[in-house]
T-cell receptor
């Protein structure tokens, strides 16, 4: 069993829809990261969470430490949000990465 | 733009050769982490350097080695290249060691081993 599980693996939605991507992990962590990877490889850090909730623009990330679960939400989705979204957890000095969720937003 | 640069962008090598990849960290960052991302998979942690010392290592053989310089830029060296080393190599810099700090990623170096 992977230490970090993401769901869904693939998600296709229409522009404007509310998007939720889930991440569950099985190890104790000091922080959880949500990252975005566009075709071609560039990775951008979206959020780093250790508790509660963070919001940046149309993106919201939440974490429940007791349940070892985090969600990434995108409101009013747009085709430019199409990318792979990756959850990564930090139990010590390294990041353990989920397999990613490939999101496609159709106009 | 994260301020983290990597060179070269692309590289083609043959089995058995050696390669050096370079990463310049963002200003003010003293930690660089290296990751290998095979096609269609998530990144795998190779190692982390903090203030010129290796601070942690993933499950990679000793032919993967690194350096960090006084200006906190870093190199990843891979000896005796194998076909499975073909991947995107990403570096990330951060203000502190460990992974509990925002990571700023470079654009990556795509290595192809023939």
């Amino acid at each position: 069993k992977n230490e970090v599980e993401q769901s869904p693996q693939n998600l296709t939605a229409q522009e404007g829809e509310f998007i939720t991507i889930n991440c569950s992990y099985s190890v104790g962590i000091s922080a959880l990261h949500w990252l975005q990877q566009h075709p071609g490889g560039g990775i951008v850090s979206l959020f780093m969470l250790s508790s509660g909730k963070k919001k940046h623009g149309r993106l919201i990330a939440t974490i429940n430490i007791q349940e070892k679960h985090s969600s990434l939400h995108i409101t009013a989705s747009h085709p430019r949000d199409s990318a792979v979204y990756i959850c990564a957890v930090c139990p010590n000095y390294q990041l353990i990465w989920g397999a990613g969720t490939k999101l496609i937003i159709k106009p | 733009e994260t301020g983290v640069t990597q060179s070269p962008t692309h590289l083609i090598k043959t089995r058995g050769q050696q390669v050096t990849l370079r990463c310049s960290s963002q200003s003010g960052h003293n930690t660089v982490s290296w990751y290998q991302q095979a096609l269609g998979q998530g990144p795998q942690f190779i190692f982390q350097y903090y203030r010129e010392e290796e601070n942690g290592r993933g499950n990679f053989p000793p032919r993967f080695s690194g350096l960090q310089f006084p200006n906190y830029s870093s190199e990843l060296n891979v000896n005796a290249l194998e076909l499975d080393d073909s991947a995107l190599y990403l570096c990330a810099s951060s203000r502190t060691s460990g992974g509990a700090d925002t990571q700023y990623f470079g654009p990556g170096t795509r290595l192809t081993v023939l």
